[in-house]
């Protein structure tokens, strides 16, 4: 369904050559996690994931059949002569650290610590629970086995959890949702006629009420569909406490975005010595990004972190034989902290850097470019945009091409407001091709176009730098009060014009996603595999501006230049790209459930 997907290990161009040696000249082998990289580090992972989910399972498996119950039932009641309740809990016991075992798995696969900790007392209590109560050896052998060999491979686990919403969150959580679930259960007891509970003291509805948190029936003797009600709200509330918990004991940190002064005076240094590489370089300087520098200073990985993903935009920054000490710094970030590492919008020769640390890509879109130096609005396949402009002109629309440092404070904040205005989403939309400003006074070298009527600004665009004599695309508006169709068109057919007096030669639009897909569906002759892809994104199109971004951008007859999604794992895709959606405000997790979780 994709166009590409890099995985080549060997050099593609010049450009690669010097990958893989740091600008002091040390020789750097390419490692999946910022460290030196060993084979039967990554096969040691992938077995004990593997064997924590099969344990969970057998666990599962191991009281959910009828003859696991049973035998559980008679070997626990009878050899240690303990009441149903209590054969009744040691089964919930074995059920949840079997669950919890399987959930644990990610997190193992991911190296942290904490779930390490929790992980070694899980299977300790299965094989414990199995073993001790002669239930189940086989559930019980493999739980032992591997707890033995989690201890022996403790030192692979080494990220950090989230040192703000760490273990006293999740026990403070964990007893607020218990707390609820007792209180729930305790007012539905004590609500309810007292023939329907057979008159039992305040006392015994208390400890019934708790014992039903874990799913074992206490001393009162309601009638059963109230028997029934108690039950389902015990256990829901004591399984919530115990997911929910889990997440905030495991979760990856989260760290609040932003750039310090210092970061942001040296990201335009190199901005300046080599922002002419990718249009997207200066997009680095969006305020709600993190950066880490190569140990030399001389490149930067510009990322944000969210939903557990760090994901970085567009290439490195900087030299490009300080790429590597770069990108180790950022993956071994992502290492200690249990991030997933990915990057969206990088080059192709950004994507063959990246794979080279063990990262797969696949091409994602492709980015517009338009020579402004001999781009005209005259032939046959610029009649659609002449004619668009000319009506436009003949309606009495003006465009202005300025610079940010040439716009009073007044008129920033004027243009500010109408673009807040007009935005449509609720929240700002883009992330790694987009300033997430207008008009700034640290941004003077960026180009607003303006196109009015009368006096009224009814459509503006922002142009940020791209090297010397380069701009890139950042912010398309307009009123849409407006009616008039075309406006963009003649925005940007006016800036082309006044590209030779601003000294710019290359201009890059907006990002087409799946351009290439898009346009081998609808050739002749193509294959129903293509057809089918094609035909899938034209109705992503009724939602998302897939095939109208794309039709826009041929319209100016540019050069496509592909831009790549990289990631470490198929696997790691969904988490990558609920991540990616969010950044670029698209969606991702709802604001109500992450305020739930930030308090």
């Known amino acids: 369904m994709f166009e590409i997907a890099i995985n080549r290990r060997g050099p593609v161009d010049e450009h690669t050559v010097l990958v893989g040696v740091e600008e002091e000249g040390r020789p750097v082998r390419p490692s999946a996690d910022g460290r030196r990289w060993r084979p039967s580090d990554e096969l040691t992972l992938r077995l004990l994931t593997w064997s924590a989910r099969l344990v969970g399972l057998l666990a599962v498996v191991s009281v959910v059949f009828p003859v696991g119950r049973r035998r559980l039932r008679d070997t626990v009641g009878g050899w240690l002569d303990l009441p149903t309740e209590a054969t009744v809990a040691s089964g919930v016991a074995v059920l949840a650290s079997g669950v919890m075992l399987m959930m644990l798995a990610t997190a193992l696969r991911r ?58 969150r999740a026990l403070r959580v964990t007893a607020q949702i218990l707390l609820a679930g007792f209180l729930a259960n305790l007012v539905l007891l004590s609500s309810t006629p007292s023939r329907y509970t057979d008159n039992a003291p305040l006392t015994d509805r208390a400890l019934h009420a708790l014992l039903a948190l874990i799913g074992v029936s206490g001393p009162v003797q309601p009638v059963p569909w109230l028997d029934d009600l108690s039950a389902a709200v015990g256990l829901s509330f004591g399984v919530g406490a115990l997911l929910i918990g889990g997440y905030f004991l495991l979760r990856s940190a989260e760290p609040k975005p932003g750039l310090a002064p210092a970061e942001e005076f040296r990201l335009r240094e190199l901005l300046a010595a080599r922002g002419a590489e990718d249009s997207l370089g200066y997009f680095a300087l969006r305020r709600d990004k993190s950066v880490v520098f190569s140990p030399s200073g001389k490149a930067a990985v510009p990322f944000r972190v969210l939903a557990g993903v760090a994901l970085a935009s567009g290439d490195p920054l900087g030299d490009l034989e300080a790429w590597p000490g770069a990108i180790e710094v950022f993956l071994a970030g992502c290492r200690d902290n249990g991030w997933v590492p990915a990057v969206i919008g990088c080059s192709e020769r950004g994507a063959t850097v990246w794979v080279r640390y063990g990262l797969d890509a696949i091409e994602l879109g492709d980015e517009a470019i338009v020579d402004a130096a001999t781009f005209t609005l005259d032939g046959r396949s610029m ?31 004027e243009l500010s407001t109408l673009a807040e205005r007009w935005r449509g989403t609720e929240t700002e939309r883009g992330f790694s091709m987009a300033l997430s400003r207008l008009a700034g006074p640290d941004d003077p070298d960026c ?145 109500a459930l992450l305020r739930a979780l930030r308090r």
């Open 111 to 168: 190296r942290k610590r904490r779930a390490w900790q929790v992980a070694v007392g899980v299977t300790g209590l299965i094989a414990l629970a199995h073993l001790g109560w002669r239930h189940g050896i086989g559930s019980g052998v493999t739980a032992l086995v591997l707890c033995v060999a989690l201890v022996a491979t403790r030192s692979h686990f080494t990220a950090k959890a989230d040192p703000v919403h760490g273990k006293w």
């Open 383 to 413: 009649r659609g945009v002449r004619q668009a402009v000319a009506k436009l002109r003949r309606a009495g629309y003006t465009v202005e091409v300025r610079r940010s440092a040439a716009l009073g404070e007044g008129e920033r904040a």
């Open 447 to 591: 180009v607003l176009v303006t196109a009015s009527r009368e006096g009224e600004v009814a459509g503006l665009l922002q142009f940020v730098p791209w090297g010397s004599d380069g701009l890139s695309l950042d912010l398309m508006r307009r009123d849409r009060a407006v009616g008039d169709n075309g406006l963009n068109e003649l925005m940007i057919a006016d800036m082309l014009a006044a590209c030779p007096d601003l000294g710019v030669t290359r201009v890059s639009l907006n990002f087409a996603v799946f351009r290439a897909a898009l346009e081998r569906g609808g050739r002749i002759g193509a294959g129903p595999v293509a057809r089918l892809w094609a035909r899938a994104l034209r109705l992503g199109s009724r939602w998302w501006q897939i095939e109208t971004l794309y039709r826009f951008n041929a319209k100016f007859a540019p050069t496509w230049n592909p831009r790549f999604l990289v990631f470490p794992a198929v696997r790691d895709l969904p988490r990558v790209a609920i991540a990616a959606i969010e950044a670029e405000g698209f969606g991702g997790r709802p604001p």
